[in-house]
């Protein structure tokens, strides 16, 4: 069998998984410190939050696919997905800081029109455009599925290692820059200036593939242009690689949204916002240790399936033992539970690009539909509606509990209440993932097929098609 074509150096690689630097200055800040940044420094009640939230969620739901069929429709100098990534964080940037300088002199009802209109501005335009270009980058720079794997892993190690820099610092630096609402003002400034660098130097370190390499011949070419929103809606739903890493994906960013109620956990349980960070190191490292080796195991077990599996069962059975620790009141081991559950979930998060590049080639393989673009829409879709479905939710059980952040010490309801959420719900979401992945093997659905065609395992199915 003939050696899968190698196209890119590795500093494309590195390059291009540094662009999750940028990502994650909004991710991680907005799911980390965004709740309590609006209750407890803005004094916003966390149910009215939580439910402008929800309502944010309804204009992400079509934007996605809008945006993921923008992409595909796209022919510049830059190609189809840069022009979105590169330009799209001029408005992250913008409307990040928006969220994070909400003037406490204005009326109650200004503040959340205010924090509405630029979370949403944030989330349902500019992020999408961002994020879909970035993540459909994986299918448009390389068809060799070990270089796909090993731009997944770059990612995501950028992605920690940005999430756990945010996370172990903010508080501490909000308050080196005067505290308050100005605090985190000038916190949101810097972290967007520094998104905007990154994104912009990540956006130029690779360069797409042309129509003709990736479709070879015009035939498949013409028939790429052949679809309408609708029909773009319908090739997603049809195929159940895409709905299964969709559901993953929301369910992922949950458990995101849940963790970050760390933030909470560690000042009103713990007595220390602080140990937020520590709990950071414990997620982040073992997370970043994975997907180091991530590449090098899925190269031996020939395959993501079974990795993706099996570390995802490791995952679950740890955050099982750190719901005990934790209502047990011993630390130390919930420390060390939570860092064998990362550790079992680094691997998906480092093959995951590769994995969807693979269910949109099980688009092309039923459908002859190519795809990639809208295909990767399954990333901010998750990100969006499930991290923010989960601050929605997270907001309104704090308010259901009684929590309020003008209190120094909260109600017995809202410490059971952060028990559940920090503890129970993580491990409940886990379990689920597990049994999606379980079923989640593309790889074999797409051999079948090339074998029912005629088609070399190694072949492309572009290639095929000549």
């Given at each position: 069998?003939?050696?899968?074509?190698?196209?890119?150096?590795?500093?494309?690689?590195?390059?291009?998984?540094?662009?999750?630097?940028?990502?994650?200055?909004?991710?991680?800040?907005?799911?980390?410190?965004?709740?309590?940044?609006?209750?407890?420094?803005?004094?916003?009640?966390?149910?009215?939050?939580?439910?402008?939230?929800?309502?944010?969620?309804?204009?992400?739901?079509?934007?996605?696919?809008?945006?993921?069929?923008?992409?595909?429709?796209?022919?510049?100098?830059?190609?189809?997905?840069?022009?979105?990534?590169?330009?799209?964080?001029?408005?992250?940037?913008?409307?990040?800081?928006?969220?994070?300088a909400i003037p406490v002199s204005m009326g109650s009802f200004a503040q959340y029109a205010w924090f509405f209109i630029s979370y949403t501005l944030l989330n349902s335009v500019f992020y999408t455009a961002n994020n879909i270009a970035y993540s459909a980058l994986t299918a448009l720079v390389t068809k060799?599925?070990?270089?796909?794997?090993?731009?997944?892993?770059?990612?995501?190690?950028?992605?920690?290692?940005?999430?756990?820099?945010?996370?172990?610092?903010?508080?501490?630096?909000?308050?080196?820059?005067?505290?308050?609402?100005?605090?985190?003002?000038?916190?949101?400034?810097?972290?967007?200036?520094?998104?905007?660098?990154?994104?912009?130097?990540?956006?130029?370190?690779?360069?797409?593939?042309?129509?003709?390499?990736?479709?070879?011949?015009?035939?498949?070419?013409?028939?790429?242009?052949?679809?309408?929103?609708?029909?773009?809606?319908?090739?997603?739903?049809?195929?159940?690689?895409?709905?299964?890493?969709?559901?993953?994906?929301?369910?992922?960013?949950?458990?995101?949204?849940?963790?970050?109620?760390?933030?909470?956990?560690?000042?009103?349980?713990?007595?220390?916002?602080?140990?937020?960070?520590?709990?950071?190191?414990?997620?982040?490292?073992?997370?970043?240790?994975?997907?180091?080796?991530?590449?090098?195991?899925?190269?031996?077990?020939?395959?993501?399936?079974?990795?993706?599996?099996?570390?995802?069962?490791?995952?679950?059975?740890?955050?099982?033992?750190?719901?005990?620790?934790?209502?047990?009141?011993?630390?130390?081991?919930?420390?060390?539970?939570?860092?064998?559950?990362?550790?079992?979930?680094?691997?998906?998060?480092?093959?995951?690009?590769?994995?969807?590049?693979?269910?949109?080639?099980?688009?092309?393989?039923?459908?002859?539909?190519?795809?990639?673009?809208?295909?990767?829409?399954?990333?901010?879709?998750?990100?969006?509606?499930?991290?923010?479905?989960?601050?929605?939710?997270?907001?309104?059980?704090?308010?259901?509990?009684?929590?309020?952040?003008?209190?120094?010490?909260?109600?017995?309801?809202?410490?059971?209440?952060?028990?559940?959420?920090?503890?129970?719900?993580?491990?409940?979401?886990?379990?689920?993932?597990?049994?999606?992945?379980?079923?989640?093997?593309?790889?074999?659905?797409?051999?079948?097929?090339?074998k029912e065609l005629g088609i070399s395992e190694n072949e492309t199915v572009v290639e095929s098609q000549n």
């Amino acid at each position: 069998m003939s050696k899968e074509k190698t196209y890119l150096k590795w500093y494309n690689k590195v390059g291009y998984g540094s662009g999750d630097v940028a990502g994650n200055v909004v991710y991680a800040l907005l799911t980390s410190f965004v709740m309590i940044y609006l209750t407890d420094t803005i004094g916003m009640n966390a149910g009215i939050v939580g439910t402008l939230i929800a309502v944010s969620k309804i204009f992400d739901g079509i934007t996605d696919v809008f945006f993921g069929t923008l992409i595909d429709k796209t022919h510049t100098k830059l190609g189809k997905a840069r022009p979105w990534m590169l330009y799209g964080f001029i408005g992250c940037a913008v409307t990040l800081v928006g969220v994070f300088a909400i003037p406490v002199s204005m009326g109650s009802f200004a503040q959340y029109a205010w924090f509405f209109i630029s979370y949403t501005l944030l989330n349902s335009v500019f992020y999408t455009a961002n994020n879909i270009a970035y993540s459909a980058l994986t299918a448009l720079v390389t068809k060799n599925s070990k270089e796909r794997v090993q731009m997944g892993s770059y990612r995501f190690i950028f992605a920690f290692a940005t999430s756990l820099l945010i996370q172990s610092v903010t508080f501490k630096f909000v308050d080196m820059v005067g505290g308050g609402a100005n605090g985190w003002r000038t916190v949101a400034i810097i972290y967007a200036v520094i998104g905007l660098i990154v994104n912009t130097i990540s956006s130029l370190s690779v360069k797409e593939l042309s129509d003709e390499e990736l479709a070879e011949g015009e035939e498949v070419q013409s028939q790429e242009q052949k679809y309408s929103f609708i029909e773009a809606f319908k090739l997603l739903i049809h195929n159940k690689y895409y709905v299964m890493i969709a559901c993953t994906y929301i369910l992922q960013q949950l458990y995101s949204a849940m963790i970050g109620v760390g933030t909470y956990y560690a000042k009103y349980v713990l007595a220390d916002e602080n140990m937020f960070g520590v709990f950071a190191w414990f997620i982040n490292i073992p997370l970043i240790l994975a997907l180091i080796f991530t590449p090098a195991i899925v190269q031996k077990w020939n395959g993501m399936y079974k990795l993706n599996k099996y570390s995802y069962m490791i995952a679950t059975l740890g955050r099982l033992l750190v719901a005990v620790a934790g209502y047990m009141g011993n630390i130390p081991l919930m420390l060390a539970f939570t860092a064998l559950a990362a550790l079992g979930q680094g691997p998906w998060q480092g093959d995951m690009n590769a994995v969807i590049a693979s269910c949109s080639e099980y688009t092309w393989l039923t459908k002859h539909k190519r795809v990639d673009g809208i295909m990767y829409s399954c990333t901010s879709l998750g990100v969006k509606i499930g991290g923010g479905l989960g601050t929605a939710i997270v907001g309104l059980l704090l308010d259901f509990s009684g929590f309020k952040g003008t209190l120094t010490v909260q109600p017995d309801s809202a410490i059971n209440m952060l028990h559940i959420m920090y503890l129970i719900v993580p491990f409940v979401l886990d379990l689920i993932i597990t049994l999606i992945l379980s079923k989640m093997n593309v790889e074999k659905a797409n051999a079948d097929l090339k074998k029912e065609l005629g088609i070399s395992e190694n072949e492309t199915v572009v290639e095929s098609q000549n």
